[in-house]
């Protein structure tokens, strides 16, 4: 069992556990210190163990005897928000298992996955830049002003990594740089419409050129908001100049768009279409609605597909087969 060690601690940490925590969950039938030492490969496990192992932490035997297809690139993911250090490190330990799964297609299909970024050379100085260099990367990548039906898909097609994982529900995306390509990790039980916003929010974080000195959280949202209603659109939908806007109207937006209610509202406050002082009312109602609950649903499609596109073609040219696992489903042909 060559990568003993390293599965063991990729599966404790995917459950969010210390070492104390997995001791307690094999009641104490293995100690904190045994464990280290099998972690630390200082020591390997009696089958009985293996097997006591296998039923805290819900996997099969054999998931130990598996070792990583590729050494990934270094990675880190920024602590965000209020997400306790053990749950970002359950995310990073999900994202590495689909990572391996993607190299390992990519290496069989003689793919190589290369980025450059298209706005290196436009600096988002403010809000209004930022809404600006959204419809140039919309032109860019040809796009234009009509629903995206898959946001995350799209971004595939341009070579940014993006990741879907469960996650606890304070969480909402998280973005990094791996090997000089953009990785974006969504939480895949979210609202699609909440997904498509803040994938764009974490775009923005990772490509946008914002001096130091700017508001950068605030860049982004906007740079969001016009990826998804780009240009004259929400003028279009809502008029140049309005006293109240009506819920359903949003909602209509929102299920057409894929962009959440709050955010369209923001949208217009910056465009000018209403003042802020008149949606006083409409923000103190959805203040506890973080997921937008019986205000509408985006039915479009909002995941990623490049790695479940891959696999069917490895499997059309019969090089990995269904009875084998390959991220849950299929594996190499041996």
Same mark, same amino acid.
């Given at each position: 069992?060559?990568?003993?060690?390293?599965?063991?601690?990729?599966?404790?940490?995917?459950?969010?556990?210390?070492?104390?925590?997995?001791?307690?969950?094999?009641?104490?039938?293995?100690?904190?210190?045994?464990?280290?030492?099998?972690?630390?490969?200082?020591?390997?496990?009696?089958?009985?163990?293996?097997?006591?192992?296998?039923?805290?932490?819900?996997?099969?035997?054999?998931?130990? #005897?598996?070792?990583? %297809? *590729?050494?990934?690139?270094?990675?880190?993911?920024?602590?965000?928000?209020?997400?306790? /250090?053990?749950?970002?490190?359950?995310?990073?330990?999900? %994202?590495?298992?689909?990572?391996?799964?993607?190299?390992?297609?990519?290496?069989?299909?003689?793919?190589?996955?290369? !980025?450059?970024?298209?706005?290196?050379?436009?600096?988002?100085?403010?809000?209004?830049? $930022?809404?600006?260099?959204? $419809?140039?990367?919309?032109?860019?990548?040809?796009?234009?002003?009509?629903? %995206?039906?898959?946001?995350?898909?799209?971004? #595939?097609?341009?070579?940014?990594?993006?990741?879907?994982?469960?996650?606890?529900?304070? !969480?909402?995306?998280?973005?990094?740089?791996?090997?000089?390509?953009?990785?974006?990790?969504?939480?895949?039980? &979210?609202?699609?419409?909440?997904?498509?916003?803040?994938?764009?929010?974490?775009?923005?974080?990772?490509?946008?050129?914002?001096?130091?000195?700017?508001?950068?959280?605030?860049?982004?949202?906007?740079?969001? $908001?016009?990826?998804?209603?780009?240009?004259?659109?929400? #003028?279009?939908?809502?008029?140049?100049?309005?006293?109240?806007? $009506?819920?359903?109207?949003?909602?209509?937006?929102?299920?057409?768009?894929?962009?959440?209610?709050?955010?369209?509202? &923001?949208?217009?406050?910056?465009?000018?279409?209403?003042?802020?002082?008149?949606?006083?009312? !409409? *923000?103190?109602?959805?203040?506890?609605?973080?997921?937008?609950?019986?205000?509408?649903?985006?039915?479009?499609?909002?995941?990623?597909?490049?790695?479940?596109?891959?696999?069917?073609?490895?499997?059309? #040219?019969?090089?990995?087969?269904?009875?084998?696992? *390959?991220?849950?489903?299929? /594996?190499?042909?041996?």
């Amino acid at each position: 069992m060559q990568h003993f060690g390293e599965r063991l601690r990729a599966a404790r940490k995917i459950k969010g556990w210390s070492l104390q925590d997995l001791a307690n969950q094999t009641a104490n039938s293995i100690t904190k210190q045994a464990l280290s030492k099998y972690e630390a490969e200082m020591m390997y496990p009696s089958r009985k163990i293996l097997l006591l192992l296998s039923a805290a932490l819900g996997v099969k035997p054999g998931y130990f #005897e598996g070792q990583p %297809v *590729f050494k990934l690139p270094a990675f880190e993911l920024p602590r965000k928000g209020n997400i306790p /250090s053990k749950q970002i490190e359950s995310i990073r330990e999900k %994202v590495k298992q689909v990572l391996e799964r993607q190299l390992e297609a990519e290496s069989l299909l003689n793919i190589t996955v290369r !980025f450059s970024n298209p706005l290196k050379t436009f600096p988002a100085t403010d809000e209004s830049a $930022a809404a600006s260099i959204a $419809a140039k990367l919309l032109d860019k990548w040809d796009i234009g002003c009509e629903p %995206v039906h898959n946001m995350a898909g799209m971004l #595939e097609t341009h070579n940014i990594r993006v990741i879907a994982v469960d996650a606890p529900v304070t !969480f909402d995306t998280l973005s990094t740089w791996l090997d000089k390509v953009p990785l974006i990790i969504q939480h895949e039980d &979210r609202p699609a419409d909440v997904k498509r916003y803040h994938t764009l929010y974490e775009l923005g974080q990772l490509l946008l050129q914002v001096p130091a000195d700017a508001d950068k959280d605030s860049i982004c949202h906007t740079f969001a $908001a016009a990826m998804l209603l780009p240009g004259d659109t929400l #003028e279009t939908l809502l008029g140049q100049r309005r006293t109240t806007i $009506a819920m359903e109207e949003l909602i209509c937006i929102k299920e057409q768009y894929g962009i959440p209610v709050q955010v369209i509202m &923001r949208h217009a406050i910056s465009k000018g279409i209403i003042d802020r002082k008149d949606t006083t009312a !409409f *923000f103190r109602l959805l203040a506890d609605n973080r997921d937008e609950a019986g205000l509408g649903q985006y039915t479009g499609q909002e995941k990623p597909v490049r790695l479940d596109r891959m696999i069917r073609r490895l499997m059309a #040219e019969e090089v990995i087969r269904e009875n084998h696992p *390959f991220r849950n489903s299929v /594996s190499l042909v041996v």
